[in-house]
T-cell receptor, first 111, second 114 residues
Framework: GENVEQHPSTLSVQEGDSAVIKCTYSDSASNYFPWYKQELGKGPQLIIDIRSNVGEKKDQRIAVTLNKTAKHFSLHITETQPEDSAVYFCAAGASDYKLSFGAGTTVTVRA | SAVISQKPSRDICQRGTSLTIQCQVDSQVTMMFWYRQQPGQSLTLIATANQGSEATYESGFVIDKFPISRPNLTFSTLTVSNMSPEDSSIYLC???????????FGQGTRLTVV
């Protein structure tokens, strides 16, 4: 099955700086790579996703890049704000809607 | 995105008992998924709930422990049976979005077994 590795496990950044989270996957059949943000006591919220026919996607302060040859993808958050503090999960999936998740990254934005 | 409601939002249960978690979606969906998130860990898929057929379980999860119902296209239940403290987790319902493979989650049910 699919194996998704995510790092770092924790990330502390100064407000206004950028945060980068990296993930690798093992199954070349995976073609969908979403990122979720989970705040305390809440379910994961989809914040951005990318599909295998696209190398980069941006939505305001967040962007995701995908290198399908190397089987890795990354989340970039620019101009971080305190409300960006949360646990972020990467995931990989194929056409069956099943997702394999990374272990998560706890992001803390210091004011 | 779909609006997904889970009940209960949290519960504290005695070991040996069972808890049924409900998931209601505001639109019809062909597939619903149940995930488990153990404390401080990532999400693991338990099973896929299909309307009109038995659920499909992932490796390590069995129907006797996690029976699932899917009576219609907007509702599903997951039962955690004969609970032990190791079952203490957040259980999450997920449904596909309208576009391809995206998936959306409910707020989860936080279960504590004592």
């Amino acid at each position: 099955g699919e194996n998704v590795e995510q790092h770092p496990s924790t990330l502390s950044v100064q407000e206004g700086d950028s945060a980068v989270i990296k993930c690798t996957y093992s199954d070349s059949a995976s073609n969908y790579f979403p990122w979720y943000k989970q705040e305390l006591g809440k379910g994961p919220q989809l914040i951005i996703d990318i599909r295998s026919n696209v190398g980069e996607k941006k939505d305001q302060r967040i962007a995701v890049t995908l290198n399908k040859t190397a089987k890795h993808f990354s989340l970039h958050i620019t101009e971080t704000q305190p409300e960006d503090s949360a646990v972020y999960f990467c995931a990989a999936g194929a056409s069956d809607y099943k997702l394999s998740f990374g272990a998560g990254t706890t992001v803390t934005v210091r004011a | 995105s779909a609006v997904i409601s889970q009940k209960p939002s949290r519960d504290i249960c005695q070991r040996g008992t069972s808890l049924t978690i409900q998931c209601q979606v505001d639109s019809q969906v062909t597939m619903m998924f149940w995930y488990r998130q153990q404390p401080g860990q990532s999400l693991t898929l338990i099973a896929t709930a299909n309307q009109g057929s038995e659920a499909t379980y992932e490796s390590g999860f069995v129907i006797d422990k996690f029976p699932i119902s899917r009576p219609n296209l907007t509702f599903s239940t997951l039962t955690v049976s004969n609970m032990s403290p190791e079952d203490s987790s957040i259980y999450l319902c997920s449904v596909p979005g309208r576009v391809n493979t995206e998936a959306f989650f409910g707020q989860g049910t936080r279960l504590t077994v004592v």
